[in-house]
């Protein structure tokens, strides 16, 4: 390894090694305002040197927005190649987000956007383009179903994707206001909620 290389490769740990504990301190202190003098010292940096890694903290927050992205949507993608049915698809997309949620505690305040109170309003508007593109994502899967499955929601397809979408978010919260588990009782609720979900689509003679 030549020598850019292992300063390409320190620097890059480096950046991963804020952004880990940016996350462990979101964990630690729920309702906490972040601040980069903190941080610095949880890094055991000074603050000009964390500020040569990433230009601001809204950066850093940047940089856990994207991890959540690549992490959610690659998954999902896997999701809609291994799986050709409308209502697994849907349940494990569901689960994906759910599960993704209990093991990322600290990311989980991004995800609900109370770690951004007072941060630039781009990072918000970020978090929401993620629940923005599973909603169409939902959406696309269960358009989708009449023509695979033949069969269709009993609500309209922009109806249900946004019941769905907001059970998720809703236990997002939860987890975040009483630390229990997005995943508790999901199986149950999931069997309820698909009960009625898609009905085969009636052919007229």
């Not at 003098?37 to 603050?47: D, H, P, Y």
């Not at 499955?149 to 994707?161: A, F, I, L, R």
Request: charge should be neutral; hydrophobic fraction near 40%.
């Amino acid at each position: 390894m030549t020598q850019d290389s292992n300063q390409k490769h320190t620097k890059t740990s480096r950046r991963e090694q804020i952004l880990q504990a940016l996350v462990q301190m979101l964990e630690n202190n729920p309702g906490a305002r972040i601040t980069t003098s903190n941080l610095a010292k949880e890094v055991g940096l000074s603050e000009a040197a964390l500020y040569r890694h990433f230009a601001s903290k809204a950066k850093m927050f940047e940089g856990l927005i994207e991890f959540i992205e690549d992490a959610l949507f690659s998954r999902v993608s896997r999701i809609l190649q291994d799986e050709p049915q409308a209502i697994y698809r849907c349940e494990h997309l569901l689960t994906l987000v759910l599960a993704f949620a209990d093991r990322n505690p600290g990311l989980c305040r991004i995800l609900t956007g109370e770690a951004l109170v007072g941060e630039n309003e781009r990072l918000r508007s970020r978090v929401s383009q993620i629940y923005e593109r599973l909603e169409t994502q939902l959406k696309q899967i269960l358009r989708e179903a009449e023509i695979r499955d033949q069969m269709k929601t009993c609500m309209p397809v922009p109806v249900t994707s946004q019941l769905l979408l907001s059970i998720v978010e809703g236990r997002i919260m939860q987890y975040t206001r009483t630390k229990r588990s997005p995943v508790e009782n999901w199986p149950e609720q999931w069997a309820f909620l698909s009960r009625d979900l898609l009905v085969p689509v009636v052919i007229g003679m």
